[in-house]
């Protein structure tokens, strides 16, 4: 079975043998918790708003996520589970705050002023731990928070993204987010390494056919495991099975795949960056196209698919040249 007529059913059937079901099933219950104060009212709104989405009632695990702390007085962290704070305050309080007293707690400090008047706006990065920056939202509405403050959130439980995604509904598209660009990056790295192998003329005589198959296997695997990530996310326990109806999404990865192996033979120097761009491109759809279907409960269209792969390509191409650059300069 050569590398250039596997099929989706084949590189499944590859794949499925290093999924370990019962490690993603891990991540979902890896022990995660915020931490908030400030303004008793938005206090309750934000932790009303974290947990809805629920099929039913709250699980008591997920209310157990979200634990309200005072912000008067010092504090020292006792448990190893928080990953951030969440100080809530309407406009003037952060001034007024004294969050030197938050400090010792050596987690992220996320300041969110609720400001009816104001337009959203965020620091670039999270805060590292034992400081702290400001958000500014119009209100406690998940548009507005979406714009920075989730995906900052979820970059602070890093290692527990599964867990929070399960547990807090509305920040499971940040939490998809996260892991697809996670994945994408690791996509990259096996395409790039593999295209360096192919273009050493004596390691590639040695090692080219493997590697052209191995990375195929290796990032269909990577993608895969996305799915059942997001999957795991979203309240569905893992089941290698039931990515069969997603496999039009993972079938669409195997054409752009064969495309990077042909350019990369066509152009040796820059096939190395298109490679690389290609399987960082592909899984970006692959990931994204999962998160609609859990969202809408559809398909992305080929339409919407092929724009943001285009967009994503042209992004990931200049960070693959980028890449090359540097290590060029190595040599």
């Known amino acids: ?65 979200l634990e309200t702390i005072p912000a008067d007085r010092s504090t020292t962290l006792l448990d190893a589970k928080a990953r951030a704070v969440l100080f809530l305050g309407r406009p003037g309080d952060l001034a007024a705050a004294n969050l030197a007293l938050l400090e010792p707690l050596g987690l992220p400090i996320l300041c969110i002023t609720v400001d009816a008047h104001a337009q959203p706006a965020g620091p670039p990065a999270p805060p590292l731990g034992g400081t702290w920056a400001e958000y500014v939202v119009p209100s406690l509405a998940p548009a507005a928070l979406r714009t920075r403050l989730f995906a900052h959130l979820v970059e602070c439980a890093r290692g527990t993204e599964i867990a929070v995604g399960r547990a807090l509904p509305p920040l499971r598209e940040s939490v998809a987010a996260k892991l697809t660009r996670d994945a994408a990056a690791n996509s990259l790295k ?41 999957e795991a996310a979203y309240g569905k326990d893992p089941d290698v099975q039931r990515l069969w109806r997603l496999l039009p999404v993972i079938g669409g990865g195997l054409g752009w795949r064969a495309l990077a192996r042909e350019l990369a033979g066509f152009v040796p120097v820059a096939g190395i960056a298109i490679k690389g761009a290609i399987a960082y491109a592909g899984t970006i759809v692959v990931g994204e196209g999962v998160t609609f279907f859990f969202e809408h409960g559809d398909h992305m269209t080929k339409h919407d698919a092929a724009q943001l792969y285009e967009q994503t390509k042209s992004d990931a191409l200049r960070f693959a040249r980028d890449l090359v650059t540097k290590l060029r300069k190595r040599d």
């Open 1 to 65: 079975m050569s590398s250039t007529t596997i099929g989706a059913r084949d590189l499944f059937a590859l794949v499925r043998k290093g999924i370990d079901a019962e490690a993603i099933g891990a991540h979902v219950r890896k022990p995660f918790r915020f931490l908030l104060c400030g303004d008793p009212a938005l206090v309750a709104e934000l932790r009303a708003l974290l947990l809805s989405g629920h099929p039913d009632v709250v699980p008591p695990e997920a209310a157990a996520c």
């Open 190 to 230: 096996v395409a790039i390494a593999s295209a360096v192998v192919d273009h050493i003329p004596l390691v590639g005589l040695v090692l080219g056919a493997v590697a052209s198959a191995g990375d195929i296997v290796a990032i269909t695997g990577i993608q895969i495991v996305l799915l059942m990530h997001i």
